[in-house]
């Protein structure tokens, strides 16, 4: 047991149905139907294949997109053959999740094969407004269709999705209930890497927070500068223009109607609290990018009010930055520096990534935009960690107990262990 929660070692599998939930939530082409990025379902791949070979009749359950990420939305079905080719055997997929057909091919398993259900946010109780409108409990979510269809046909749960567990779903916090339950491989290194981050980090500290993903990120940067777990925070991405805002600089139209416009002024006055109690320890860029007719053109921040809108940190910033990482001793990061998807406005995150990972620094790197960036500057094997997390990340990072923490936790007090 870790953290109050069984590991995979405190039980025996043997011919035992196991459901297992995992997150292989991925980008997707919906024009193929292909997975554009896999590295979710590589880091879990661990867990499944060390469950299958302890004899587990192995059940897996995931999401793909949903009510929120609808351009995500799709069946599991390509996962199957990821997963198949990452653990070298098959794997096979049902298009039901819960329904006579997915009960029937549980009963029917044999020690050592792996089930795929199709995507269990094709259930309803599983979508996110479901989540933030009922606000079940867990006893509530043990009473749920997939969690009563599900949970008399096995006799454990293992939980390996880390980059869900800030959820109140029924499959991540149901089964607990109901099941003696564990954390899989990857939700343990996750805590134990992410821990020692929020805990004790070796100093000095940097985190680099970005993307566009602003309430993660200002979350974050309250709770990493209130602990001390950082020493500076380095700013990019549309982070960096609401800082710049509550500082009083003049981003330029653009980019103010573009902060109006998507409802984050909020944001602006959130900054000026922060920059009121660590103004010394948020780092603002220097100068930043935006493209006028096809081509990158960059600004010190005090000529922005004519450029348009802003995209990306400057070559003065990426320098400064660089000077900060180089001195850390520990780099933590969330958020890209700007649009890095496209060529003249990938400069900064692919600089600020290369000075991380090729640093003597330990450095993790969290979130789905910053790992996708990584892999396209292949530079995800130079980091010290790659978390899965994202929103999770944040969440775990805040230092408040998550829900399937807290059912993992409940569960192993509920529970004996068999070993």
Not at 253 to 273: H, W
Request: proline share 3%; glycine share 8%.
């Amino acid at each position: 047991m870790k953290f109050g929660i069984y590991t995979i070692d405190d039980f025996n599998y043997d011919d035992k149905v196991v459901l297992c939930r995992v997150d292989l939530n991925s980008p997707l082409d919906r024009d193929t139907g292909r997975l554009r990025d896999t590295t979710r379902i590589r880091l879990c791949a661990p867990t499944i294949e060390e469950l299958s070979s302890l004899g587990a009749k192995l059940v897996l359950l995931a999401h793909q997109g949903g009510d929120l990420e609808y351009k995500n939305y799709y069946t599991t079905e390509p996962h199957a053959e990821v997963i198949s080719n990452l653990v070298g055997k098959g794997v096979m997929f049902i298009d039901d999740i819960c329904g006579p057909a997915a009960r029937e091919a549980i009963k029917k398993l044999r020690k050592g094969e792996i089930l795929l259900l199709d995507n269990v946010r094709f259930m309803a109780e599983e979508m996110t407004l479901f989540e933030t409108k009922l606000k079940l409990s867990r006893e509530e979510q043990a009473k749920t269709i997939v969690v009563r269809k599900l949970a008399p046909l096995a006799d454990l749960y293992v939980c390996d999705a880390f980059a869900a567990l800030h959820r109140s779903q029924p499959t991540l916090v149901g089964f607990e209930e109901l099941l003696p339950s564990a954390m899989g491989r990857l939700f343990e290194r996750e805590m134990t890497a992410l821990g020692n981050i929020a805990e004790n980090p070796a100093h000095p500290c940097v985190y680099i927070l970005g993307g566009a993903k602003i309430q993660d990120a200002f979350l974050m940067m309250g709770a990493a500068l209130s602990s001390g777990a950082a020493d500076v925070v380095l700013t990019g991405g549309l982070v960096s223009n609401i800082m710049l805002m509550a500082k009083g600089i003049d981003i330029g139209q653009a980019s103010m109607d573009f902060i109006k416009v998507n409802n984050l002024m909020d944001f602006v006055s959130i900054g000026k609290d922060l920059l009121s109690n660590y103004a010394d320890k948020i780092i603002l860029p220097k100068d930043l990018a935006c493209v006028v007719d096809g081509s990158r053109t960059e600004a010190d921040i005090t000529g922005l009010s004519e450029v348009g809108l802003l995209v990306d940190i400057g070559t003065k910033t990426v320098e400064a930055y660089k000077e900060y990482i180089g001195q850390a001793k520990t780099v933590f990061i969330n958020g890209p520096m700007g649009v890095f998807e496209k060529p003249e406005t990938e400069f900064g995150t692919r600089e600020i990534w290369n000075a991380s990972a090729n640093s003597s620094t330990y450095s993790v790197i969290g979130g789905g935009d910053s790992v996708t960036a990584a892999n396209k500057f292949e530079l995800a094997d130079k980091f010290s960690y790659v978390s899965t997390g994202g929103g999770a990340l944040v969440q775990f990072l805040s230092g408040t107990e998550q829900p399937v923490i807290a059912a993992l936790r409940a569960s192993a007090k509920k529970f004996k262990a068999d070993k």
